[in-house]
């Protein structure tokens, strides 16, 4: 059974940082990318940043570029997301995802590729 456990979310403030992992279990197959989505009240579940399986390429939204640092750690089976200069906009739930990737090494920004899901982790930046 494949499961995705997220931490690392908190409150914070305004031009803080925090760092949000992800546990990988259960996963059989050799490639999968990952990626950070993030839902906030009252608005669709939107892409953050991803990253290929190898861990080197990397894709992030606008919004993140410049702020968040995507990384993977293979031999451990996780997946971090270091965000800094954090602002009140970026309060939302924070899910990490998987999708299995038989070829290729890419990143992937559609929700809709993604084969599993974690339960998302609660970040709140206060101003």
């Known amino acids: 059974q494949v499961q995705l456990v997220e931490s690392g979310g908190g409150l914070v403030q305004a031009g803080g940082s925090l760092r949000l992992s992800c546990a990988a279990s259960?996963?059989?197959?050799?490639?999968?990318?990952m990626g950070w989505f993030r839902q906030a009240p009252g608005k669709e579940r939107e892409f953050v940043a991803a990253?290929?399986?190898?861990?080197?390429?990397?894709g992030y939204a606008d919004s993140a570029k410049g702020r968040f640092t995507i990384s993977r750690d293979n031999a451990k089976n996780t997946l971090s997301l270091q965000m800094n200069s954090l602002k009140p906009e970026d309060t939302a739930v924070y899910y990490c995802?998987?999708?299995?990737?038989?070829?290729?090494?890419?990143?992937?920004?559609?929700?809709?590729?993604?084969?599993?899901w974690g339960q998302g982790t609660q970040v709140t930046v206060s101003s």
């Open positions: 995802a998987a999708k299995i990737t038989e070829n290729g090494n890419g990143w992937y920004a559609y929700e809709t590729s993604y084969n599993y």
């Open positions: 259960g996963l059989t197959v050799r490639r999968y990318a």
């Open positions: 990253i290929s399986w190898s861990g080197g390429i990397t």
